[in-house]
């Protein structure tokens, strides 16, 4: 079940509930109020007919015959209600002898007054009831009397049939309210809660796109609430996989071209040191040519060597494993010098001051630019080193506009390089020694004109 209809499903019960309490109050209230004012009309009324009598008591009791007394009393009864309305009905009674009753109930047996006759005047007690008779209601109270020695009961009928009847009106009409209150509170929190829960449905439908790979896809953010905010999260959430996803397939893309790649590198002396091999075993060889074949078989071996060694440099360059600490120029420049001794090809300007790195990586970064630089036929290379940055020119054939695009690729060589000795792993390294250093290596360079290779040390590399 859908969220929407279970809020909806949920609201809609506890306002059935509330409305259920509300109107079973109410109905409760007015019922009672209602019927509390007709019994207290009704009482008051018995209590103004048994007044009436007590008020001429004497009067009745003075005439010495019965039957002029009892006269006397229906006088004084009759007086009293004839003025009554249509609803009320009354009874006067003694004992089994019904004097006057126009109820057509037996009054004093349901309320119980001629049971017990002793100590009437001390007890004085109205009974009340209500009576369902007959399709009719009813609601009864009578007193005992005592008039002459004679016990009378009084009693008081009133109809409250219509009371009723208004009452269950009351019922109904609550009940048909309730019930359209609750469809036009459904209708209007269907329509609120779609429109509400929108954003939703949104997130939903883009959620599925991204899981089909349309990381692109985002919501239209509107509003400032709480679901606006989740959609906010949820665009910049999608804008990260997206390019996290980038990453992992480019990450993917350039492990594909470096297995391709390294297949292609150690293909060749691997294949050469077999062929050598095989000769050594198989072939009748002249001493000339065994050490001629053991010759290249070492060769080839340290290529792979070199190749191993390369690739386990730029894998283990990580940020985790250098340390940057202040170096000295001068320092750095005596390294440089006794590493290139008896080489007049290069060189090396060094002013003074220190920078901050690892000096184990930078040598490494300026000695691989210097390689590639006279590989790619330098006859002259200009090695300068400041506290800003390093930078190597030489006057090699340069490098195309497209081999620029891939200078830095692992194992890419440009076709000018293609015979010269290497693996295309020298310039991979060196950017990756510059990125360590929070910095980044360019490249200006033209065909036939050489290249300039620059590292700019950044604030942090100088001063963290």
Same mark, same amino acid.
């Given at each position: 079940?859908?969220?929407?209809? #279970?809020?909806?499903?949920?609201?809609? =019960?506890?306002?059935?509930?509330?409305?259920?309490?509300?109107?079973?109050?109410?109905i409760y209230v007015s019922k009672k109020n209602m019927l509390n004012s007709t019994t207290s009309y009704t009482k008051t009324e018995l209590e103004k007919l048994v007044a009436n009598f007590y008020t001429n008591k004497s009067d009745i009791e003075s005439t010495v015959e019965e039957l002029t007394a009892e006269t006397k009393l229906k006088y004084y009864?009759?007086?009293?209600?004839?003025?009554?309305?249509?609803?009320?009905? &009354?009874?006067?009674?003694?004992?089994?002898?019904?004097? &006057?009753?126009?109820?057509?109930?037996?009054?004093?047996?349901?309320?119980?007054?001629?049971?017990? *006759?002793?100590?009437?005047?001390?007890?004085?007690?109205?009974?009340?009831?209500?009576?369902?008779?007959?399709?009719?209601? &009813?609601?009864?109270?009578?007193?005992?009397?005592?008039?002459?020695?004679?016990?009378?009961?009084?009693?008081?009928?009133?109809?409250?049939?219509?009371?009723?009847?208004?009452?269950?009106?009351?019922?109904?009409?609550?009940?048909?309210?309730?019930?359209?209150?609750?469809?036009?509170?459904?209708?209007?929190?269907?329509?609120?809660?779609?429109?509400?829960?929108?954003?939703?449905?949104?997130?939903?439908?883009?959620?599925?796109?991204?899981?089909? !790979?349309?990381?692109?896809?985002?919501?239209?953010?509107?509003?400032?609430?709480?679901?606006?905010?989740?959609?906010?999260?949820?665009?910049?959430?999608?804008?990260?996989?997206?390019?996290?996803?980038?990453?992992?397939?480019?990450?993917?893309?350039?492990?594909?071209?470096?297995?391709?790649?390294?297949?292609?590198?150690?293909?060749?002396?691997?294949?050469?040191?077999?062929?050598?091999?095989?000769?050594?075993?198989?072939?009748?060889?002249?001493?000339?040519? *065994?050490?001629?074949?053991?010759?290249?078989?070492?060769?080839?071996?340290?290529?792979?060597?070199?190749?191993?060694?390369?690739?386990?440099?730029?894998? =283990?360059?990580?940020?985790?494993?250098?340390?940057?600490?202040?170096?000295?120029?001068?320092?750095? /420049?005596?390294?440089?010098?006794?590493?290139?001794? !008896?080489?007049?090809?290069?060189?090396?300007?060094?002013?003074?001051?220190?920078?901050? =790195?690892? *000096?184990?990586?930078?040598?490494?970064?300026?000695?691989?630019?210097?390689?590639?630089? /006279?590989?790619?036929?330098?006859? #002259?290379?200009?090695?300068?080193?400041?506290?800003? !940055?390093?930078?190597?020119?030489?006057?090699? #054939?340069?490098?195309?506009?497209?081999?620029?695009?891939?200078?830095?690729?692992?194992? &890419?060589?440009?076709?000018?390089? #293609?015979?010269?000795?290497?693996?295309?792993? !020298?310039?991979?390294?060196?950017?990756?020694?510059?990125?360590?250093?929070?910095?980044?290596?360019?490249?200006?360079?033209?065909?036939?004109?050489?290249?300039i290779f620059s590292l700019q040390f950044s604030y942090n590399s100088l001063m963290t």
């Amino acid at each position: 079940m859908k969220l929407r209809s #279970r809020i909806t499903i949920g609201t809609l =019960g506890f306002l059935l509930i509330s409305l259920t309490l509300c109107c079973t109050l109410m109905i409760y209230v007015s019922k009672k109020n209602m019927l509390n004012s007709t019994t207290s009309y009704t009482k008051t009324e018995l209590e103004k007919l048994v007044a009436n009598f007590y008020t001429n008591k004497s009067d009745i009791e003075s005439t010495v015959e019965e039957l002029t007394a009892e006269t006397k009393l229906k006088y004084y009864f009759f007086k009293q209600t004839q003025y009554s309305d249509s609803d009320t009905e &009354y009874v006067l009674q003694c004992g089994d002898e019904i004097i &006057y009753n126009d109820s057509g109930l037996d009054v004093p047996t349901i309320l119980g007054l001629n049971e017990d *006759k002793s100590d009437i005047e001390m007890q004085g007690e109205t009974k009340s009831d209500i009576v369902h008779t007959e399709g009719a209601d &009813y609601y009864i109270c009578g007193v005992d009397i005592n008039i002459n020695d004679r016990i009378y009961q009084v009693c008081i009928v009133r109809d409250i049939t219509e009371l009723y009847r208004q009452i269950y009106q009351m019922i109904a009409l609550c009940v048909g309210i309730g019930i359209v209150i609750s469809l036009a509170a459904a209708v209007s929190m269907i329509v609120f809660l779609k429109k509400l829960l929108r954003p939703l449905e949104q997130l939903k439908d883009e959620a599925d796109a991204i899981s089909q !790979g349309q990381y692109q896809r985002q919501i239209d953010v509107k509003g400032k609430d709480e679901l606006a905010s989740l959609s906010h999260s949820f665009n910049t959430m999608a804008k990260a996989v997206e390019s996290h996803i980038a990453e992992v397939e480019e990450t993917s893309e350039a492990r594909n071209r470096l297995i391709h790649a390294l297949s292609h590198e150690m293909r060749t002396p691997v294949t050469a040191i077999c062929g050598y091999a095989y000769s050594l075993r198989n072939m009748k060889l002249t001493d000339a040519q *065994k050490q001629e074949a053991l010759e290249f078989m070492d060769i080839e071996a340290k290529r792979l060597g070199s190749l191993s060694g390369k690739l386990t440099a730029l894998v =283990g360059l990580t940020a985790d494993k250098i340390e940057l600490k202040d170096i000295e120029l001068e320092e750095l /420049k005596k390294h440089l010098e006794m590493i290139w001794q !008896g080489r007049d090809d290069i060189f090396l300007t060094v002013e003074n001051g220190s920078i901050r =790195g690892d *000096k184990d990586m930078l040598v490494m970064l300026i000695t691989n630019l210097c390689d590639n630089a /006279k590989k790619a036929g330098a006859t #002259r290379i200009e090695v300068n080193i400041t506290g800003s !940055g390093i930078s190597v020119k030489d006057n090699g #054939r340069g490098i195309s506009k497209e081999d620029m695009k891939h200078i830095f690729e692992i194992f &890419y060589q440009g076709d000018a390089s #293609r015979n010269q000795e290497g693996f295309g792993l !020298g310039l991979a390294l060196c950017q990756r020694i510059a990125e360590l250093h929070h910095s980044k290596l360019s490249v200006e360079s033209s065909l036939q004109e050489g290249s300039i290779f620059s590292l700019q040390f950044s604030y942090n590399s100088l001063m963290t």
